[in-house]
T-cell receptor, first 113, second 114 residues
């Protein structure tokens, strides 16, 4: 049983550039979550998918952020026109329907210069 | 008021000590509770779920007090490998419209020393 994987693990970009992150959940997990964690804070919820449907979005997810899960398997999180305040670790988690436990991927660490 | 509050620490304890972490949550409708462990620059990993009846897993004991909206974690006989950040986590569940998202505290840092 392979875990949640994320790619890339690290990303350095210049302010104003677009970036895209990928998450592959544990196979057969129909729920997928994105969280963001900044230094000294716990992860904060961004958005959630059940299969391909995006069911909830946090107010933290500004219009520069978009997430997709087109086939109900992997998901992408895109940030357009990055700002320095977007620098954080972006964590993906997945869970099986009917179960509460969420399993986290290793995260993508973003640095916006 | 934050939804989940924890003392950030750090807690510096000698090896073998017993240490207790506390956490409070603001939403009385919260339905499930967890402790996650996070090592430096790594992802959070589930340590244990927390139940009102209390639950124990080896050296770790977790307790939930719904009336006081209070969660605790006790670590006995601390090991050097226990050094990490311990995140208190609350899930409001589906019934309250909170989806299945997790709400994390800021974490309590534990350093176990020789």
């Amino acid at each position: 049983d392979t875990g949640v994987s994320q790619d890339p693990r690290h990303k350095i970009t210049k302010r104003g550039q677009n970036v895209t992150f990928r998450c592959d959940p544990i196979s057969e997990h129909n729920r997928l979550y994105w969280y963001r964690q900044t230094l000294g804070q716990g992860p904060e919820f961004l958005t959630y998918f059940q299969n391909e449907a995006q069911l909830e979005k946090s107010r933290l997810l500004s219009d520069r952020f978009s997430a997709e899960r087109p086939k109900g398997s992997f998901s992408t999180l895109e940030i357009q026109r990055t700002e320095q305040g977007d620098s954080a670790m972006y964590l993906c988690a997945s869970s099986r329907g009917g179960q509460e436990t969420q399993y986290f991927g290793p995260g993508t660490r973003l640095l916006v210069l | 008021r934050k939804e989940v509050e924890q003392d950030p620490g750090p807690f510096n304890v000698p090896e073998g000590a017993t240490v207790a972490f506390n956490c409070t949550y603001s939403n009385s409708a919260s339905q499930s509770f967890f402790w996650y462990r996070q090592d430096c620059r790594k992802e959070p990993k589930l340590l244990m779920s927390v139940y009102s009846s209390g639950n124990e897993d080896g050296r770790f004991t977790a307790q939930l007090n719904r009336a006081s909206q209070y969660i605790s974690l006790l670590i006995r006989d601390s090991k050097l490998s226990d050094s990490a950040t311990y995140l208190c986590v609350v899930n409001m569940g589906w019934l309250t419209g909170g989806g299945n998202k997790l709400t994390f505290g800021t974490g309590t840092q534990l350093k176990v020393e020789l």
